[in-house]
Structures are given as structure tokens and as C-alpha cells.
């Protein structure tokens, strides 16, 4: 294997940035393939909690990161009306761990690129891959070729690595879709607001100076097909379920290339690594977006892979601990995520049913921010 282990990693997006980083913090130089023709900034906005922090210190990131977001200070959850029902103050987590920002997509990506000086292969993805005791030989959508010690499949929910290694897993619709969108405007202090009616959920906080994140999460047994533009237009007929500013703000939305739509997947690889082919964030354990942990797991994900590949000679033990060390957690916030998803009715009516085959995890919403960041401290 040498010195330092050939590694390659396939897709530049949150898992694939924040590992290449980490692994050249460690001296580790991987050759980095994105399928998109540049940065990838689609999704708008994201909140992202203490826990991503105190993984992107171990890295050199977390300041760098933080600095082009908005501070958040407390989460409120009310009923349609703005009425609240409950309250989480994070302040203390703030002062004491590392903060929660709300960041737009291309702020958290320019921060982790800041780190990552190997150059990236836009518009290039692997088309073929063939394990031996040589190592992984890959073949690659421009025609070139190479052999690698290690292949990491970082390319999310739709991944390409992972229908090589794993091609029976098949990302599973949960019944409810995402839209997104960004508004010129303030958002009243440093609070993240999601408001919540039956099958229903329009949350909403400050990405930057006069810079809004909103998004409705809503209930639909099959994804509607609709254009860019009839998205917008679902967008306004969801918000008028609510009441306050943010609702009347994105009536007044007219930009519909600031808006996204995304059907919600899940994805359960098991195991995350075959060989010497591995899958890590989406690409690995994509899961619904209650309580903002898709990227944090992400995060999570490529610090603990690159931390491990940089202190052990042996990659088949390194990813054998990597399995160990992560799918407890990622199960657990798994399992919290899909409870809070049944209660808010996204999978459809509640049923005593499906409360006792998912129950609660936490004792209540707001315990899961707390244990995630005590978990690592």
C-alpha cells in the first residue's frame, strides 16, 4: 500500500468535502470526482447543530464554517396560528460546546472547500469498478483509469458507488416531500420556527444579513409531478395552512429558481462497506429531516473515516472500526428522526401502531440536541 493509502473519493458535496479535508489535515492526498459541473449549492439553506461543530474542530473547520452563518439561539415549535407549544433554548450549548448556525448551502460548502487543496474532477463519475488483491480499479466516465487503495462513495442518496457494491439497496420514499426556498427579509431574532398542523410543517430561520431559509415539509402518498414553476405555486398553497410574516413572505416569492423540491428518501446500507468500497452520509443512511441531522451525520461520518484511515496502517480494521463506531449512532438518531416524522402525521394518520413500532427514543424533542452533543464531549 505504501506510505499513505491511494484513496478516491466520488462526490464533492458535504461528506465528500469535509473528508478530503480531514484526510489532507492527516497528510492523506485523495483524488476527488463530482458528477456536477461545480459546487454544489442546491438545498438553500441548513441548520446545523452544535454536534457538526465540535466534529469540524477535529479538522480545522469549525470557525471557518460557523463565521458565514447566523448564531442561533432558541428553537420554537408552535401550531398553525404561531401559537407555541414548546421551546428550546441553546444558548447554553452555545456558550458551553459549540454553537448552532443556520447556513446557506453555499456558505457551508465554500467553508469546507477552504480546506481541501487537492483539485476536484468536475463533470466526471466512476463507470466501472473491479475489486482484486491489487486493489480497486476504476474506470471513469472521461475515459481515464486508476487503481486505489480505498473507494468512498460520498455521492448521496442516488449513489452511483453504491449500486457497484450494494445494488439491491434502493432509496425508499417516506411518504411526505420537501420544499425549499430562500426570501430576502429578517426572520424576528435568532430563532429557528417550526410551525406544525397534521401532515404538515413549515419551519423557517436566518441564513445571513436579510437572508431567509424556509421550507414545508407536507404529506403525499405518492410525490406530485409538477413543474418548476407549479412547485412555486404548491409552495404558496402549502403556506397558507399558517399564519404570521414568514407565511405572507413567501406568498411573495416570484423567483422559482430559489425554490427546491426534493421527494424524502431513506437509505439503510447494511453493512456501509464492502471490500475496499465504503459508503458514508446520504450515499450510506440517508433518513428524513426532523431534527437537522442529515448533514450532521454526514460531517460526522468523514471526520471519524478520515481520523481512523490516518492512525491505522491496516484499512481493512480502520473501516471495520468506522462500521462499529458509527452505525449505534446514526441508528439512534434514525430511530428519534422517524418518531418525530410519524407524530408530525408525514407518514400519514397516527395509529397506536406505528407509535409502538417506532416509540420515542428521547424523553423529549429538545433531549436530542443535548445528547448529541453530550454523546461526543
Known sequence: MGDKPRILIVGAGIAGLTLAAGLERQGITPTIVEIADGLLTRGLGLFLTSNV????????????????????????????????????????????????????????????????????????????????????????????????????????????????????????????????????????????????????????????????????????????????????????????SFRGSVPSLIQEQSDPTRVVFVPVNEIDADPYYQGRVVVIGDAAHAFQPQFAQGAAMAIEDAVALAELLATSNDIDAALKSYESKRRARVNKVRAAVRHRAILQGMEGPVTPEMLERHPPVFPSPEAIFDSLVEELV
Open 53 to 240: 461543530f465540535l466534529a469540524l474542530r477535529r479538522i480545522g473547520l469549525d470557525k471557518t464554517v460557523s463565521e458565514r452563518g447566523v448564531l442561533i439561539e432558541r428553537q420554537v415549535q408552535t401550531d398553525a396560528s404561531e401559537t407555541p407549544t414548546w421551546y428550546h433554548d441553546f444558548r447554553p450549548f452555545n456558550a458551553r460546546y459549540a454553537p448552532n448556525i443556520g447556513i446557506a448551502r453555499e456558505g457551508l460548502m465554500t467553508g469546507l472547500l477552504s480546506g481541501v487543496g487537492s483539485q476536484i474532477r468536475y463533470s466526471n463519475t466512476i463507470v466501472s469498478l473491479d475489486q482484486s488483491a491489487s486493489g480497486v480499479d476504476v474506470g471513469f466516465s472521461d475515459g481515464t483509469r486508476g487503481t486505489y487503495d480505498l473507494v468512498i462513495g460520498a455521492d448521496g442518496t442516488r449513489s452511483t458507488v453504491r449500486k457497484f457494491v450494494f445494488p439491491e439497496i434502493e432509496p425508499s420514499y417516506r411518504s411526505f416531500c420537501a420544499w425549499r426556498t430562500l426570501m430576502d427579509g429578517s426572520e424576528r431574532g435568532a430563532t429557528l420556527t417550526i410551525r406544525v398542523a397534521p401532515g404538515l410543517a413549515l419551519g423557517s430561520f436566518s441564513v445571513g444579513p436579510n437572508l431567509i431559509y424556509a421550507f414545508i415539509l407536507a404529506h403525499y402518498p405518492a410525490p406530485p409531478s409538477l413543474t418548476r414553476i407549479e412547485h412555486l405555486e404548491r409552495l404558496k398553497e402549502l403556506a397558507r
